[in-house]
T-cell receptor
């Protein structure tokens, strides 16, 4: 059974700082997803990573994938308050996705 | 097409009652997924359909849960004899076979009192 672990689970950071969220998974997979979820809302797709070494960037967020290490990172650059949300990684498994527990990010002024 | 639609948005029910949720996927998507998300957790896979065929069910899907997708279009998820532990957000997503993009609906939040 695939296990997906994220850390940290909670992250409080100041505006302007950088930080990285980690996503480890236990079984080979060919796709990894990052989602954002605001309180009480559904999931918003951020990135889909399809191959080893893939790197994608959107604004202050950059995601990377190392399939050999079974590790993905979500790097936050110069955080702003609007990035406060819960971030999930999800790994393709059989014909669906399995999610990590999420990282609850709070960006403080 | 306005994306994946779920109804109702909120449902409050008494313990022991039956509830049914509906999901309308993106029309050209032939795969449809149900996930359950409890407070502070990531979504947990429940089941998925390819067209009208239910191809996989999680062990989380007890015999009180049943899902259908008649005619391969919308899907329903029914929970019989609800328990307080069933309180959660139920999320539906759809995708194309061979595609890598999933679109999630807004979810149905179930509260069992």
């Amino acid at each position: 059974e695939l296990k997906v672990e994220q850390n940290p689970l909670f992250l409080s950071m100041q505006e302007g700082k950088n930080y990285t969220i980690y996503c480890n998974y236990s079984t080979t997979s060919d796709r990894l997803y990052w989602y954002r979820q605001d309180p009480g809302k559904s999931l918003e797709s951020l990135f889909v990573l399809l191959s080893n070494g893939a790197v994608k960037q959107e604004g202050r967020l950059m995601a990377s994938l190392d399939t050999k290490a079974r590790l993905s990172t979500l790097h936050i650059t110069a955080a702003v308050h609007d990035l406060s949300a819960t971030y999930f990684c999800a790994v393709a498994w059989n014909n669906d996705m399995r999610f990590g527990a999420g990282t609850r990010l709070t960006v403080k002024p | 097409d306005t994306g994946v639609s779920q109804n109702p948005r909120h449902k409050i029910t008494k313990r022991g009652q039956n509830v049914t949720f509906r999901c309308d996927p993106i029309s050209e998507h032939n795969r449809l997924y149900w996930y359950r998300q409890t407070l502070g957790q990531g979504p947990e896979f429940l089941t998925y359909f390819q067209n009208e065929a239910q191809l996989e069910k999680s062990r989380l899907l007890s015999d009180r849960f049943s899902a259908e997708r008649p005619k391969g279009s919308f899907s329903t998820l029914e929970i019989q004899r609800t328990e307080q532990g069933d309180s959660a957000m139920y999320l539906c997503a759809s995708s194309l076979v061979g595609g890598w993009g999933y679109t999630f609906g807004s979810g149905t939040r179930l509260t069992v009192v």
